[in-house]
């Protein structure tokens, strides 16, 4: 069901709405026609005649029709560059470092030195140093890649890492020194055409299931190898550290047993030197008494050892109370004759005359060292 538009109500009743028309003067139209058509025609102008160079980039002019036809020998700037329509043509180069992968289908099948197939991706790092020279050489547009980088990478990239053996592969500093010499080998073809090489990387390698399978088991085999060696040399410097370690403990035996043998030895001496220093003591001892007695008996054999015998025997006589004795006759005596009492014990008046005994000689006192100390 359609449904009625509403009417405006105002003052005089219900009107229809009507909205306000605004018209311009036809001269404002005429000149905002004329402004976009300008506009436009500046645009097409600059899309035509003008070519925009990024700051990453240079560019080469190419004259097509007219005066220096061919390829000029500056290089433009980034910026805009002025381009005769139809008549001159800008060329384009990146002046960063550019990528050129070889993977997948475009992967390098290296053949090693002995005979293996392995297939290796890498990956190429390269500078457009000189554009002219380029440009000159391979021509415009992607002939660079196309024409000079590809056809060329693959090729070396064989040659240099076709030295390596299966198992080469599997030392980095090898792998990267032969794809060294690939990147060399690629400069020297590639600096002429106006581009450095600054890279060539393996990034990944692969050989087939079978080859795969004898590498690991020549590699557990050669690890077993290095397993078996490592515990022979563990083993020998073992026997070593025990034989050092015997020889430490015989000779801490030789040593204890020096020790004891010194201790004994100067024990012995100790004894030795004790019994000589007893010995020649007692015999200074047994010589002294003999000298004393020398002179004991040389006092009694001198003048007046006949009163002291006297003497001696008076006490000996001093606890008697009576003592009977014969005055008279023979045998008769006085005991206040002293003489005579004297004489009956035995006594003489004058003594012998004396007689030197001899000197006793004193040995010299020997030490356990061996030297001599003179007893004075």
Same mark, same amino acid.
């Given at each position: ?5 509403p009417?405006?109500?105002g003052?005089?009743? #219900?009107?229809k709405?009507?909205p ?5 003067p036809k001269?404002? $139209?005429?000149?905002? /026609?004329?402004?976009v058509?300008?506009?436009l025609l500046g645009m097409v102008l600059v899309?035509?005649?003008?070519t ?10 190419q !004259? ?8 000029n020998? +500056?290089?433009?700037? #980034?910026?805009l560059?002025?381009?005769? #329509?139809?008549m ?6 990146p002046? *960063?470092?550019? $990528?050129?992968? &070889?993977?997948g =289908?475009?992967s390098a099948n290296?053949?090693t030195?002995?005979?293996?197939f392995?297939?290796v ?15 000159k050489?391979?021509?415009?547009g *992607?002939?660079?890649?196309?024409q /000079? ?5 693959v #090729?070396y990239?064989?040659?240099s890492?076709?030295?390596?053996t299966?198992?080469?592969?599997? =030392?980095?500093?090898l792998?990267?020194?032969k794809?060294?010499?690939a990147?060399?080998l690629?400069n020297?073809?590639?600096q002429?055409?106006g581009?450095e090489v600054?890279h !060539?990387l ?6 087939s299931?079978?080859? *795969?399978?004898?590498?690991e088991?020549?590699?557990?085999q050669?690890?077993l190898?290095f ?5 022979g040399? %563990? ?5 070593? !550290? ?7 403990e %015989? ?12 201790k004994? +030895?100067?024990? %012995? ?6 019994r ?5 003591a007692? &015999?200074?001892?047994q010589? %002294?008494?003999?000298k ?9 054999r001198?003048?007046g050892?006949?009163k002291? !015998?006297? &003497?001696?025997m008076?006490? @000996? ?7 009977i004795i014969?005055?008279?006759?023979? /045998?008769?005596?006085n005991? &206040? ?9 035995? @006594?003489?008046?004058?003594s ?5 005994l001899p000197?006793?000689?004193i *040995? ?13």
């Amino acid at each position: 069901m359609a449904t009625k538009r509403p009417d405006f109500v105002g003052a005089s009743g #219900p009107t229809k709405f009507k909205p306000p028309q605004i018209k311009l003067p036809k001269k404002l $139209v005429s000149f905002i /026609g004329f402004l976009v058509i300008l506009i436009l025609l500046g645009m097409v102008l600059v899309r035509t005649c003008f070519t925009y160079i990024r700051p990453n980039e240079v560019g080469i002019k190419q !004259v097509k029709i007219g005066l220096n036809k061919g390829m000029n020998d +500056t290089v433009y700037g #980034p910026g805009l560059t002025f381009v005769k #329509p139809f008549m001159e043509v800008m060329h384009r180069f990146p002046k *960063q470092v550019q $990528v050129f992968d &070889l993977t997948g =289908n475009y992967s390098a099948n290296i053949q090693t030195s002995d005979g293996f197939f392995v297939d290796v991706e890498a990956t190429v790092l390269y500078r457009i140093v000189d554009p002219v020279k380029l440009i000159k050489t391979l021509g415009p547009g *992607q002939n660079y890649i196309t024409q /000079g980088i590809s056809p060329k990478a693959v #090729p070396y990239l064989k040659e240099s890492l076709g030295e390596l053996t299966t198992e080469d592969f599997y =030392n980095s500093p090898l792998r990267v020194e032969k794809a060294d010499k690939a990147r060399d080998l690629l400069n020297t073809e590639m600096q002429s055409k106006g581009i450095e090489v600054e890279h !060539v990387l393996v990034r990944y390698f692969e050989y087939s299931p079978e080859i *795969q399978r004898n590498i690991e088991e020549k590699k557990l085999q050669d690890q077993l190898v290095f397993k078996n060696q490592s515990e022979g040399r %563990a083993a020998t410097e073992l026997a070593e !550290v025990k034989k050092i370690s015997e020889e430490g403990e %015989a000779n801490m035996l030789i040593t204890l047993q020096e020790g004891e043998a010194y201790k004994v +030895t100067k024990e %012995a001496e100790q004894n030795l030197y004790t019994r000589t220093m007893k010995a020649e003591a007692d &015999l200074l001892v047994q010589l %002294a008494e003999a000298k004393r007695t020398e002179l004991l008996n040389e006092a009694m054999r001198s003048i007046g050892a006949d009163k002291a !015998v006297a &003497l001696e025997m008076a006490e @000996v006589l001093e606890g008697l109370e009576v003592v009977i004795i014969p005055t008279g006759g023979t /045998g008769g005596m006085n005991p &206040l004759d002293l003489e005579t009492v004297t004489k009956l014990f035995g @006594v003489k008046e004058e003594s012998s005359p004396k007689k030197s005994l001899p000197k006793p000689q004193i *040995q010299p006192l020997r030490t356990p060292e061996g030297g001599a100390n003179d007893a004075q």
